[in-house]
């Protein structure tokens, strides 16, 4: 037998009048039971270190907590400005962010575009398998792969560059500009399959009547692209280029961690690893709040900034 | 037709064979370290392994199975994987569930859905979160792996998006026949959403697999490392400073083929779960992006 009727189902009207609030608690607290787990987690876990931001504003520790460390106004905000190794890791992360944002929006659109070009479906689909997998590893394998394949001491990529091009070793991972190089391309490298699943979808939406008209209209295939394939796809573009407007101070934490060492710190240290040294290797928990405080509220404005960029262009929502 | 034409022809020859370049630059450098686990000692300190093993031996791995170190930390990560997923499923298909419901049978869902979005878009960052792990006196237990990471509110809108394109008839049917709430996400919801399902699964689970930094600032106990952790410090950083490790395994760590025969033990359940991996993530991708 079926368990007995839901008092939410068939409850008999209530004799006396009772108030919309009560009504409504009565009718779904099923509902809000079954949230309940996801509500204490997100208040334990996400709202409430919200709270301890406070310390960006003390000089806090540990041994005193956060009622007894003194409070020092915005001295860490000013320092954060006032050190050149601060302000040089602001830029480090503006570079490698919109390096890897603008590459990262045009590769994918582009292999897309040229992948739409092969019509075997296996090779099309043995490509995308392929393509598809480094998304999946951790950068800290890649990171272990990465710093092997480009060592200066006999990796293959430096091997390869030596015998069939006469090139003398690079030093990938201990050179400024190299390492930030290799940062955007590796960081291309893992992402641009995924990232060009979306697209596919939307060119695999397109109605095939008017590939055939353009061709009666004796369209050539580049032209096709360009005035069917393309603005097909542009909705799409868009609101996936205006949401990553949110990830101007993300230079990609785990990435950089793995793969940087203190010979590229001035061009290749990011807010995150910076942050991360000055909490737990220096142990200055203000400051190192201080300056993640700073990124959160400027990511937090251009997320509003572009949500509402792609509500408004892409008809986007979150929910 | 533009397909006969020879300029065409030029182009889709280029293309195939740039296409099918691309595709192997992004399995290649898993090769390379394959052949360099299973090389020689002295094949791979000369450089001369490619893409195939020289002196072929399976020596890394013995190596790597015989430090207590390495097999402490997977059995650990499959721990962690495993209850992460178990109880970060629960979390979100019961509140993925609830605020399926339309609003007007649900008045509160609204407050609930940017209660919950706001932490997707602001978070007291890493100094905040440590304490706070550290007042719960989470610091060595497998908790500090576990619950801060338990909700995944893109998760479950994504779930939750999923269950509201579920017909309401079938709902109906099973109310008239006297099911309650429970029940009705039992028999009807989840039975029908076995895709979705399966893809944020496969996408927790890897998520687990692959997540080191916790363990990096939770875990000051090495012993209690996930072996991504494990790999992070001693083999991509190696940093033996916090372990506590006989010198023979010490040396056999630094040794480069003992290196890649962990790296891919560590890249191993990815590309095990992968095929099925693969079969679903097109459809959560698109079904995460295109929604109504």
């Given at each position: 037998m079926e368990s007995g009727p839901q008092p939410s189902v068939v409850q008999p009207a209530a004799l006396k009048p009772e108030s919309n609030w009560r009504r409504g608690i009565r009718k779904t607290w099923p509902l809000h039971l079954l949230i309940l787990p996801a509500t204490l987690i997100a208040i334990i876990f996400n709202y409430l270190p919200i709270f301890g931001l406070v310390m960006a504003f003390q000089d806090y520790k540990p041994w005193l907590g956060f009622f007894r460390s003194e409070w020092v106004g915005l001295k860490h905000f000013e320092s954060l400005f006032l050190f050149d190794e601060s302000v040089q890791v602001i830029w480090n992360?503006?570079?490698?962010?919109?390096?890897?944002?603008?590459?990262?929006?045009?590769?994918?659109?582009?292999?897309?575009?040229?992948?739409?070009?092969?019509?075997?479906?296996?090779i099309k689909r043995g490509i995308q398998t392929l393509v598809y997998l480094p998304h999946f590893l951790s950068w800290v394998i890649l990171g272990g792969i990465l710093i092997d394949l480009?060592?200066?001491?006999?990796?293959?990529?430096?091997?390869?560059?030596?015998?069939?091009?006469g090139i003398q070793p690079i030093f990938f991972l201990g050179d400024g500009d190299w390492f930030r190089f290799v940062v955007v391309v590796s960081d291309i490298w893992k992402e641009f399959g995924f990232a060009m699943i979306i697209y596919l979808a939307a060119i695999a939406g397109v109605n095939p009547s008017l590939y055939e008209a353009a061709e009666v209209d004796g369209a050539t295939r580049l032209q096709q692209t360009i005035n069917v394939t393309l603005p097909a796809m542009l909705p799409i573009i868009v609101v996936v280029a205006t949401l990553q407007l949110g990830n101007v101070l993300n230079a990609g934490f785990d990435q950089i961690f793995n793969l940087y060492n203190p010979l590229v710190y001035n061009k290749g240290d990011v807010i995150d690893t910076f942050v991360y040294r000055s909490a737990m290797l220096k142990g200055d928990f203000s400051f190192a709040t201080a300056v993640g405080l700073f990124k959160s509220i400027i990511s937090f404005a251009l997320i509003i900034v572009s949500y509402r960029l792609a509500y408004r262009f892409g008809n986007y929502r979150i929910f | 037709m533009y397909h006969k034409s020879t300029g065409y022809k030029v182009f889709s020859l280029f293309n195939h064979t740039f296409l099918i370049i691309l595709s192997l630059l992004c399995i290649l450098p898993l090769m390379h370290v394959l052949a360099v686990s299973f090389s020689g000692k002295s094949a791979a300190t000369a450089n001369i392994v490619n893409l195939w093993p020289v002196d072929f031996t399976w020596e890394s791995y013995e190596k790597t199975i015989d430090n207590p170190a390495f097999v402490r930390a997977l059995f650990y990560s499959v721990y962690r994987t495993v209850l992460g997923t178990a109880i970060g499923m629960a979390v979100i298909i019961f509140a993925g569930y609830a605020l399926s419901k339309r609003n007007a049978a649900f008045k509160?869902?609204?407050?609930?859905?940017w209660f919950f979005v706001f932490t997707m878009l602001f978070s007291g960052?890493?100094?905040?979160?440590?304490?706070?792990?550290?007042?719960?006196?989470?610091?060595?237990?497998?908790?500090?792996?576990?619950?801060?990471?338990?909700?995944?509110?893109?998760?479950?809108?994504?779930?939750?998006?999923?269950?509201?394109?579920?017909?309401?008839?079938?709902?109906?049917?099973?109310?008239?026949d006297g099911a309650g709430l429970f029940r009705i996400l039992f028999s009807v919801h989840l039975p029908v959403s076995t895709p979705a399902l399966a893809t944020i699964t496969l996408f927790t689970l890897v998520g687990h697999w692959n997540s080191w930094f916790d363990g990096l600032i939770y875990m000051m106990d090495t012993k209690k490392y996930p072996l991504a952790t494990f790999l992070q410090t001693v083999v991509v950083q190696q940093d033996f400073s916090k372990m506590s490790i006989n010198p023979e395994d010490m040396e056999n760590l630094s040794q480069r083929t003992v290196k890649a025969a962990q790296i891919f033990i560590g890249a191993l359940p990815?590309?095990?779960?992968?095929?099925?991996?693969?079969?679903?993530?097109?459809?959560?991708?698109?079904?995460?992006?295109?929604?109504e």
């Open positions: 992360t503006l570079i490698i962010s919109v390096l890897k944002i603008v590459c990262g929006l045009l590769v994918p659109i582009a292999i897309a575009l040229l992948l739409n070009e092969i019509r075997k479906t296996g480009l060592s200066v001491k006999g990796g293959i990529v430096n091997r390869m560059l030596t015998d069939w091009f | 509160s869902r609204n407050v609930y859905m960052g890493l100094v905040p979160g440590y304490i706070l792990i550290t007042e719960l006196q989470l610091i060595n237990t497998i908790w500090a792996l576990v619950l801060p990471g338990a909700l995944s509110v893109y998760n479950m809108i994504l779930l939750m998006n999923f269950f509201r394109t579920i017909p309401a008839e079938l709902e109906e049917a099973a109310l008239i990815i590309l095990l779960v992968y095929p099925f991996l693969q079969k679903y993530f097109v459809k959560g991708i698109v079904l995460g992006a295109v929604k």
